[in-house]
């Protein structure tokens, strides 16, 4: 059973950073893509990054673009999320997903992960 845990979040004032960080164990970490979603208060989940399993490639809402990292050291078991500029807008729950054993295309939608962490809370103070 694939097993995701976040870590790192916590309260920031507007301009700050933070990192996010996700052990993953179960499986062969370095086989699949991983992803980041969050959700704000009163608002639908959304897609925030994914990266592919070589790293090679990553993928982002437009939102985050130029302000957030997502990498991964499959050597670690671990994905990270580096969190830069933050805004109020980014408070939310952030969670760290990955996909069933069967995806292969990496995806930047909810339908496309199938084991999900607790979720990690991020507060940008304005």
């Known amino acids: 059973q694939v097993q995701l845990i976040e870590s790192g979040g916590g309260l920031v004032q507007a301009g700050g950073s933070l990192r996010l960080s996700c052990a993953s164990s179960?499986?062969?970490?370095?086989?699949?893509?991983m992803g980041w979603f969050r959700q704000a208060p009163g608002k639908e989940r959304e897609f925030v990054a994914a990266?592919?399993?070589?790293?090679?490639?990553?993928y982002y809402v437009d939102s985050v673009k130029g302000r957030f990292t997502i990498s991964r050291v499959n050597a670690k078991n671990t994905v990270y999320l580096q969190m830069n500029s933050l805004k109020p807008e980014d408070t939310a729950v952030y969670y760290c997903?990955?996909?069933?054993?069967?995806?292969?295309?990496?995806?930047?939608?909810?339908?496309?992960?199938?084991?999900w962490g607790q979720g990690t809370q991020v507060t940008v103070s304005s």
């Open positions: 990266i592919r399993r070589s790293s090679g490639t990553t």
């Open positions: 997903a990955a996909p069933s054993d069967n995806t292969v295309m990496t995806s930047t939608t909810e339908s496309g992960y199938k084991y």
């Open positions: 179960g499986r062969t970490f370095s086989s699949y893509f």
